[in-house]
């Protein structure tokens, strides 16, 4: 059976942070590949980049990583009622495991149909470092206290904890050279002038 990771975010833009915390994932969790899934319209998140011009940063960061990918999301936004299915569907037959930033799972108990989640995909949290393992597994484990079910999980300590999308798109606003991004998605958010200004998908 093909062990299957599944990387939903925002991606905006995508980090080395966040090839970091796939590549490891990929070896720990012995990952046959693993695919980021661009989320069109994030519900936490106001005036993101269009989604074509995240989907296409995506593709040239794992262009030259032949266990990395990437696949596009049918709706505006993963649920685990219309998402779960449709990966299944995709990859039948397969593990799959779904990658999380740790602070994703202070947030897990609100998830709508929650229990289906985790009763069939296992979770890949990463750790950064305002968060402790411990810490991680408080939250993850609260979920067994309060709803009754158990989690199966892997916790993954991120190799660069400090990179993340927000910092960057301060540093491109500033005209300061941004930390962290991989050589072509620099090179197509120069092209395309992202982030130089507060227009959503400009």
Request: aromatic share 8%; with cysteine.
């Amino acid at each position: 059976m093909k062990r299957i990771g599944i990387y939903v975010g925002t991606f905006d833009p995508v980090h080395d942070g966040h090839l970091s915390f796939a590549d490891t994932a990929l070896e720990i969790c012995h990952l046959d590949k693993l695919f980021f899934l661009v989320e069109p319209v994030p519900c936490r998140k106001q005036g993101v980049k269009a989604v074509e011009h995240r989907e296409k940063m995506v593709q040239l960061a794992t262009s030259n990583k032949a266990r990395l990918g990437n696949i596009i999301l049918e709706d505006t936004q993963f649920s685990v009622e219309r998402t779960l299915p449709w990966l299944w569907s995709r990859f039948n037959g397969c593990e799959l495991y779904m990658l999380m930033a740790d602070d994703v799972t202070a947030r897990l108990a609100s998830w709508t149909n929650i229990e289906d989640l985790t009763r069939h995909v296992q979770l890949v949290i990463g750790l950064r470092n305002a968060f402790s393992t411990r810490d991680t597994k408080q939250k993850v484990e609260l979920l067994y206290s309060t709803r009754g079910f158990v989690i199966e999980y892997t916790i993954v300590r991120t190799d660069l904890p400090h990179v993340s999308s927000s910092k960057i798109r301060q540093q491109i606003k500033r005209g300061q050279k941004p930390a962290g991004l991989p050589v072509k998605v620099e090179e197509y958010i120069r092209k395309q002038r992202l982030y130089t200004s507060s227009k959503t998908g400009s």
